[in-house]
């Protein structure tokens, strides 16, 4: 594709709604978080489990929590001990509700230490695996054998039952290490059912939530489809909706979810920057088009972010230019359209979730909302229909929509795209170096099995050159390195272990394809301290 193309078609899919399918929110389950690292995980498992539930702070207010309605409640674990100075609580008015609770951790703690039980640091800090004793099967242990391996981290314990409490499991150095009041169905264990390394702790959570709340898995990504379908139908009413398609999985689904409400009232832009991996913008204009039928603008904008970039060295200088130019084309798009009243955002839950934890925003974390600045120079209402889905949610919410694998699978590409990947200047002739590289390394993990397991798989083009000899002649080009990781949500990551050979294999075809480039690196450095990017 070549020069600016603006193509508008319209077809909308065709949409029955399904009467009979029951709103997937209308069982959920409330997580309190006091500050445990593995709080979002406890919320995944519930999710896998298909229940919906919501994390929200400690400090949530009884009158809030009424109001939100739960079936069930869980209290996640946290740093800190019940005797501290300002240590998170709740209203001990939360266990007269007439919910189940579940308190893990520090939860158990808590739960027990406001109903009138007692707490003290445990006589050697537990952490790690530990064999666990259970003493009753009824029902948060259904289905479990005798002993069991759990996964522990606490320097408290439990040292003396609230009234109404008895033990159900223990552990040698933790007697106590899970209680219940059947009466009021409140439940406590001191170890971590949520980690992989307490391998049947999902069959304890299930217990919890199926035996003891009752409920029922409704939380279903076909429901969700349904429901939010619905809900963007009513909360757009007749109005004209925007979205900045990149081709990455979230704006994708997105975008498909809004067209499938909508239908031609969605305008999608897609900005090629110039920035883009090989053959993206054809295949993105293909698909979304010719198969997903969409509203599709298309702007060629590789002139003008080139230009923006001339010169520019320091990486924040780069992503800062990119990031208004951005704004400023797609401002001017959504002006061209006119009477345009929302943007669709593929905001996800773990973005929400971070601005409203009671620890403030993590320091680790980088959001990457390419559009962010735009509602504050365009009244646009945010339309964010993946608020609530964690990234595998949305990934299976695409494959509902029949997005190909090839996209639903895709790895994550930062809007900066490659010009952060090349070091220093950011010129034509690297970004067609660096494209070249990067498509061999994606043409070989995709053949490979290796696609899938690993977080993210690129090139990066390094400012420097280095000798080298081809055929008889001496040669001083460029430095390609390859960036290979593992990771669960980019918070932390580790570079992959690939075999040895797989490594040789994309290394020779890059040096022998790649014009200008004579030699390819291995970068083997974790996050923290190093970053997944090089920019
Ligand atoms: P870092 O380099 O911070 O990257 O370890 C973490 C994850 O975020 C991606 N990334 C971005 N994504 N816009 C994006 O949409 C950006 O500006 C951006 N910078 C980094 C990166 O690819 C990795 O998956």
Redesign the pocket.
Known sequence: MTGSLRCVSGRSLPHTKNTNMLDPHQEKVLILDFGSQYTQLIARRVRELKVYCEIHPYIMSLESIREFAPQGIILSGGPRSVYDRDAPSVDPDLFTLGVPVLGICYGIQLLNHLLGGEVAPAGAREYGHKTFTISNFDDLFYGLNAEEQVWMSHGDRVEHLAPGFEVIGRSDSCPTGAIRDLSRRLYGVQFHPEVHHTPRGKEILSNFLFRICKLNPLWTMASFIETTTENIRQQVGDGQVICAL?G?VDSSVTAVLVHRAIGDRLTCVFVNNGLLRKREAEEVFHLFREHQHLNLVYVDATVDFLCQLEGVIDPEEK?RRI?HEFIRIFAAEAKKLGGVKFLAQGTLYPDVIESVSFKGPSATI?T???VGGLPTIMPLKLLEPLRELFKDEVREVGQELGLPDSLVWR??????GLA?RILGEVTAEKLDILREADAIVSEMMLASEFYRQV??A?AVLLPIRTVGVMGDERTYEFVVALRIVD?ID??T?DWSRLPHEFLAGIANRIINEVKRVNRVVLDISS?PP??????
Do not use: L, V, Y
């Open positions: 990149s990455g992503r990031g980088k990457h909302h390419n790895h994550p590409f930062p809007g900066p952060i977080w993210q690129f990771s980019a918070m990551a996050k190093s970053t997944i990017e090089w920019e």
